[in-house]
C-alpha cells in the first residue's frame, strides 16, 4: 500500500524547513529578500530584518532601505536598484548605519527570476560583513604600522647621506649670499651682479627647503595618496638621498631613464620606500665584490602596454636559484643585521598599486636584477600596504 504523507508532516516538513533556514541565515549572518519592483514589494528574511534593526512587521520599501544606507553609499545603492529593475545583476558592497547608530558593512548579491513572465522578482541575500572588514581594517593597520617603522628605520641608518643631501643647497646659498655682500661692498657697487646672485640665493633657499620638505614626508605617517607620480623624478631623489651612501660604498652608479615616461597614479613616498629598499640592497649585494667594479645601474622604461617598469641591476653576489622564491617571503635575510621585510614590505606595496615586482639573475654577467611594473592611467588609488604608509 502506497503511504501518502499526511498534511501534518508536510507542515512539520516545511516547519522544519523554515527554521533551519532562519538558523542557518542567522549563522552565516545572510538575509535574504525579494523584491517585486514592479508591484513594489520587499519581502524581507527574519535576518535582514535583524541586520537593518527593523521590527519584523515594519512594511519594508525601497525609500525606507535607503534611509539607513550611509551616505557616501546612496548613488552605487540607487544605480544598483535601477540596474536591477531593468534585467541586472546585485553585487553592491555598502554601509548602513541602523537607527540606533551602528556603522555595518554589508554585501548585497542578487539576481532577477523570470519564473513568472508576468511577473518577475529580484531574489537576493544580504550579508552582514563588519566583522570580517574590521579585521581586514586592522590588517591593513598593521601593514602599515611596520611599513613605516621599516622606513624610519631605513632613513635613520642614511644619517649621514641625509645631512649631505641638507647640507649642498645649504653650501650654495652660504656662497652666494657672500658673493652677493662683496658685490655690493665693491666701489662702485657691482649691482647687475649682486641682483643675479640674489637670485641663485633665493632659489637655493627654496630647494633647501623643497630637500627638507621632501625629508620630512618620507619621515612622517601619511594619509596614502593616489597622486600622479613620475618615477623618473622619484628615482633621481632617491638617487639624491643615497648618493653619499653609495659612494662610500665605492658603488658606481649608472641611471638610465627613459624619457617622456607616462606618471602613474599612486603613492609617491611609498614607491619611493621600494625603490630605496631595491638600491641599499643591491649596494649590500656588493659589499663583498673586489675584484670588479661595483657597478649599480637604475633604469625606467616604458614596459608593454600601459605598463612601466623600474629596475635595479646589480654586480654583486647574485641569488641562488633555490633563494628565488623566497626573497620576496618575510623575515626571509641572509645578512647577518638583516630584518628580512623589506622585500615583503615592497611587494605589499607594489601588489597595492596593481603592479609586479621580481627579481632575476642576471644573464650576462654576476650579480641580479629587481624589477617592478606598474600601469598607468588604471589605479585611482593605492590599495596598499595599505592605507597609510
Ligand atoms: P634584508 O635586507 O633585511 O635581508 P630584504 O627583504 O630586503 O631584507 O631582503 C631579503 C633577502 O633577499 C636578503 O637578505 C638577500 O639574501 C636577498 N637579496 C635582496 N636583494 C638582493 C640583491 N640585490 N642581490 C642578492 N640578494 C638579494
Same mark, same amino acid.
Given at each position: 500500500?502506497?503511504?501518502?504523507?499526511?498534511?501534518?508532516?508536510?507542515?512539520?516538513?516545511?516547519?522544519?524547513?523554515?527554521?533551519?533556514?532562519?538558523?542557518?541565515?542567522?549563522?552565516?549572518?545572510?538575509?535574504?529578500?525579494?523584491?517585486?519592483?514592479?508591484?513594489?514589494?520587499?519581502?524581507?528574511?527574519?535576518?535582514?530584518?535583524?541586520?537593518?534593526?527593523?521590527?519584523?512587521?515594519?512594511?519594508?520599501?525601497?525609500?525606507?532601505?535607503?534611509?539607513?544606507?550611509?551616505?557616501?553609499?546612496?548613488?552605487?545603492?540607487?544605480?544598483?536598484?535601477?540596474?536591477?529593475?531593468?534585467?541586472?545583476?546585485? !553585487?553592491?558592497?555598502? #554601509?548602513?548605519?541602523?537607527?540606533?547608530?551602528?556603522?555595518?558593512?554589508?554585501?548585497?548579491?542578487?539576481?532577477?527570476?523570470?519564473?513568472?513572465?508576468?511577473?518577475?522578482?529580484?531574489?537576493?541575500?544580504?550579508?552582514?560583513?563588519?566583522?570580517?572588514?574590521?579585521?581586514?581594517?586592522?590588517? !591593513? #593597520?598593521?601593514?602599515?604600522?611596520?611599513?613605516?617603522?621599516?622606513?624610519?628605520?631605513?632613513?635613520?641608518?642614511?644619517?649621514?647621506?641625509?645631512?649631505?643631501?641638507?647640507?649642498?643647497?645649504?653650501?650654495?646659498?652660504?656662497?652666494?649670499?657672500?658673493?652677493?655682500?662683496?658685490?655690493?661692498?665693491?666701489?662702485?657697487?657691482?649691482?647687475?651682479?649682486?641682483?643675479?646672485?640674489?637670485?641663485?640665493?633665493?632659489? !637655493?633657499?627654496? #630647494?633647501? *627647503?623643497?630637500?627638507?620638505?621632501?625629508? #620630512?614626508?618620507?619621515?612622517?605617517?601619511?594619509?596614502?595618496?593616489?597622486?600622479?607620480?613620475?618615477?623618473?623624478?622619484?628615482?633621481?631623489?632617491?638617487?639624491?638621498?643615497?648618493?653619499?651612501?653609495?659612494? *662610500?660604498?665605492?658603488?658606481?652608479?649608472?641611471?638610465?631613464?627613459?624619457?617622456?615616461?607616462?606618471?602613474?597614479?599612486?603613492?609617491?613616498?611609498?614607491?619611493?620606500?621600494?625603490?630605496?629598499?631595491?638600491?641599499?640592497?643591491?649596494?649590500?649585494?656588493?659589499?663583498?665584490?673586489?675584484?670588479?667594479?661595483?657597478?649599480?645601474?637604475?633604469?625606467?622604461?616604458?614596459?608593454?602596454?600601459?605598463?612601466?617598469?623600474?629596475?635595479?641591476?646589480?654586480?654583486?653576489?647574485?641569488?641562488?636559484?633555490? *633563494?628565488?622564491?623566497?626573497?620576496?617571503?618575510?623575515?626571509?635575510?641572509?645578512?647577518?643585521?638583516?630584518?628580512?621585510?623589506?622585500?615583503?614590505?615592497?611587494?605589499?606595496?607594489?601588489?597595492?598599486?596593481?603592479?609586479?615586482?621580481?627579481?632575476?639573475?642576471?644573464?650576462?654577467?654576476?650579480?641580479?636584477?629587481?624589477?617592478?611594473?606598474?600601469?598607468?592611467?588604471?589605479? !585611482?588609488?593605492?590599495?596598499?600596504?595599505?592605507?597609510?604608509?
Amino acid at each position: 500500500m502506497e503511504i501518502q504523507p499526511s498534511r501534518q508532516s508536510d507542515d512539520t516538513d516545511l516547519r522544519r524547513a523554515y527554521v533551519h533556514l532562519a538558523e542557518a541565515q542567522r549563522l552565516s549572518q545572510t538575509g535574504s529578500f525579494t523584491w517585486d519592483f514592479d508591484r513594489g514589494e520587499l519581502l524581507w528574511s527574519e535576518e535582514l530584518c535583524r541586520i537593518f534593526e527593523f521590527d519584523p512587521a515594519t512594511t519594508i520599501t525601497t525609500d525606507l532601505v535607503g534611509q539607513f544606507v550611509h551616505p557616501a553609499d546612496l548613488p552605487a545603492f540607487a544605480a544598483t536598484l535601477e540596474g536591477a529593475a531593468a534585467g541586472g545583476d546585485v !553585487d553592491l558592497p555598502y #554601509r548602513i548605519v541602523t537607527a540606533s547608530g551602528v556603522l555595518k558593512h554589508l554585501h548585497a548579491v542578487g539576481h532577477r527570476i523570470d519564473y513568472d513572465a508576468e511577473r518577475p522578482v529580484i531574489i537576493g541575500a544580504v550579508q552582514d560583513v563588519t566583522e570580517r572588514k574590521v579585521a581586514e581594517e586592522a590588517l !591593513d #593597520r598593521a601593514r602599515a604600522d611596520l611599513a613605516h617603522v621599516a622606513r624610519v628605520a631605513t632613513l635613520s641608518a642614511l644619517t649621514a647621506s641625509i645631512a649631505h643631501e641638507v647640507n649642498q643647497p645649504l653650501t650654495s646659498l652660504v656662497t652666494n649670499a657672500s658673493t652677493c655682500v662683496r658685490m655690493l661692498a665693491a666701489d662702485p657697487p657691482n649691482l647687475d651682479l649682486a641682483r643675479t646672485t640674489a637670485q641663485r640665493t633665493i632659489r !637655493d633657499a627654496n #630647494r633647501a *627647503s623643497e630637500v627638507i620638505q621632501r625629508l #620630512r614626508a618620507m619621515f612622517v605617517r601619511n594619509e596614502p595618496a593616489a597622486e600622479a607620480v613620475d618615477l623618473n623624478e622619484a628615482a633621481a631623489e632617491i638617487l639624491a638621498l643615497t648618493s653619499s651612501e653609495l659612494l *662610500s660604498a665605492r658603488v658606481e652608479v649608472h641611471a638610465d631613464f627613459a624619457d617622456a615616461l607616462p606618471s602613474i597614479r599612486g603613492d609617491r613616498i611609498q614607491l619611493q620606500q621600494v625603490m630605496l629598499n631595491l638600491v641599499l640592497n643591491a649596494r649590500d649585494a656588493m659589499l663583498a665584490v673586489d675584484d670588479r667594479p661595483r657597478t649599480l645601474r637604475i633604469a625606467t622604461i616604458a614596459d608593454g602596454p600601459g605598463q612601466v617598469r623600474f629596475s635595479v641591476r646589480d654586480a654583486g653576489s647574485g641569488v641562488a636559484p633555490d *633563494s628565488l622564491g623566497r626573497l620576496f617571503d618575510a623575515f626571509y635575510t641572509t645578512k647577518s643585521e638583516g630584518m628580512g621585510i623589506g622585500l615583503s614590505i615592497s611587494q605589499s606595496i607594489i601588489q597595492g598599486h596593481e603592479g609586479r615586482i621580481w627579481a632575476a639573475p642576471n644573464e650576462d654577467g654576476p650579480g641580479a636584477t629587481f624589477s617592478f611594473s606598474l600601469p598607468f592611467g588604471v589605479a !585611482d588609488s593605492p590599495e596598499p600596504v595599505s592605507k597609510d604608509l
